[in-house]
């Protein structure tokens, strides 16, 4: 059995994240730089073999001081961990896909499992043959020691613990 190897798209793919500030409103931050591939032996990638990276410098939530206070060591420690790494493999099962495998930050990995809704396959106007995909999931940036935090005089939390992970990617079938 064959497999065949696809890579990110990075002109159309986006990796986004999104957390609530104040409880009150959610503010969306970017990875602007990232690279991805996977290895699938099927057409509908059940048991495709997947690996990502993510540029922490390139975070970007549309405001240079926040920018600046996440890539700190308050938060990602765009310093010492430059990276943020997920390994893993697509499971589907009847139609219900998964994307399951390890998510590192900071150091630190932890299982994690995001839901997928698989676009299909289709060739682009140059003759490649593309792939897309949806992926979704939420983590608490507190198991990888993403742990600053700070409280309003009303007591309300600043940033929540829960992180919502956003991927719209588009894969290249390599030759």
Do not use: C
């Not at 289709?122 to 608490?140: L, R, S, W």
Request: a negative charge; zero cysteines; aromatic letters at 10%.
């Amino acid at each position: 059995m064959s497999t065949t190897k696809w890579i990110i798209d990075p002109t159309h793919s986006e990796v986004s994240f999104k957390v609530k500030h104040l409880v009150i409103s959610t503010v969306t931050g970017y990875f602007r730089e990232f690279e991805g591939s996977a290895e699938s032996s099927s057409e509908d990638f059940s048991g495709a073999t997947v690996s990502f990276s993510a540029n922490i410098d390139s975070i970007d939530t549309n405001q240079k001081d926040r920018d600046n206070h996440l890539k700190s060591g308050d938060f990602f420690d765009a310093a010492n961990h430059p990276k943020l790494t997920f390994s893993g493999k697509i499971v589907n099962e009847g139609g219900d896909y998964k994307l399951v495998g390890d998510l590192t930050m900071r150091d630190t990995t932890k299982a994690v499992e995001f839901d997928v809704d698989f676009g299909g396959i289709a060739a682009d106007p140059y003759g490649q043959t593309k792939a897309g995909f949806e992926i979704q999931g939420k983590i608490n940036r507190k198991d990888f020691g993403l742990s600053w935090s700070a409280v309003t005089e009303a007591g309300s939390v600043v940033v929540s613990d829960q992180v919502r992970l956003i991927l719209s990617v588009q894969l290249v079938k390599q030759a």
